[in-house]
């Protein structure tokens, strides 16, 4: 609950001040990254939907056809109220697990799609600037490629840092609560054996794959963009000249601070 309400919360009120909508529309892509990102958006929705649906559906019969075995999400209604029928309770928690689970895994798939637009940005301005180094004599830029070069790489990096404003807060959130989700599921499935329906026993080991993958996807944003990054520098070490090393030194830092701020500000000050 602590983590979709961080989510929502998050998501709505970035979308809500017209802080996404604006980040995204300065966003440059050309024709073949605007397809890539779109089959992209589509096998992100598409594996969203089916994680939804399915744990939708374990939680349907979890509730309403195991005789109660979820009834520990009722405990202040079954403790305090005498009820014959819990039919009506029962109905309202799932509806209230229809919201958890949409909350909790569209907010993850949005969150990744970030990072791969960003990714792939970096990557086409990978690919540009070999074709310039190839295109050029001895291997050397002009100082207008050169500025060109790093105007792009500021404008890229100025939508990360805005980014990271209300990303940061998401996957603080999503990995502490993930983490503490996991471990309380593996020791129930480790301890507690005493429903023996398998239908339950696949729901919570699917709860479990869903918490790691969870957190699987919340580092994997961030190993995503800093690998390209680090792609980016050692080709720049190769072959650029040392003032626009240097430029680009100057630019990295919001970039690292996407998924892992406090890290990511640590290694500046060292570097």
Request: hydrophobic share 50%; glycine share 4%; net charge neutral.
């Amino acid at each position: 609950m602590m983590l979709c309400a961080i989510s929502q919360s998050t998501y709505f009120a970035v979308s809500y001040s017209g802080r996404l909508n604006r980040m995204l529309s300065r966003i440059k892509i050309s024709d073949a990254s605007a397809t890539y990102i779109h089959k992209v958006a589509v096998i992100h929705t598409s594996i969203a939907w089916t994680m939804i649906l399915m744990n939708l559906s374990f939680s349907l019969y979890s509730m309403l056809f195991t005789g109660g075995y979820m009834d520990i999400f009722l405990a202040p209604v079954t403790i305090h109220i005498n009820l014959p029928d819990l039919l009506i309770p029962r109905v309202m928690a799932y509806l209230s697990t229809v919201y958890c689970v949409s909350a909790w895994i569209f907010s993850h798939a949005m969150s990744f799609m970030l990072a791969t637009i960003f990714t792939h940005q970096y990557k086409a301005l990978n690919r540009s600037f070999d074709k310039m180094l190839a295109e050029s004599n001895d291997r050397r830029l002009s100082d207008s490629d050169i500025e060109t070069f790093r105007q792009r790489h500021q404008e890229i990096s100025m939508s990360v840092s805005e980014t990271d404003d209300f990303l940061m807060f998401h996957n603080a959130g999503a990995f502490c609560c993930q983490l503490l989700d996991a471990v309380l599921i593996l020791y129930d499935l480790i301890f507690f054996h005493d429903k023996k329906d398998p239908v339950v026993i696949i729901m919570r080991i699917t709860w479990m794959f869903g918490m790691l993958s969870g957190l699987t996807v919340t580092a994997a944003g961030g190993i995503m963009v800093n690998q390209y990054v680090s792609v980016m520098l050692s080709v720049l070490e190769c072959g650029m000249l040392p003032f626009c090393i240097f430029l680009l030194l100057w630019h990295l830092g919001p970039i690292l601070i996407i998924f892992f701020p406090s890290h990511s500000k640590t290694n500046c000050q060292i570097n």
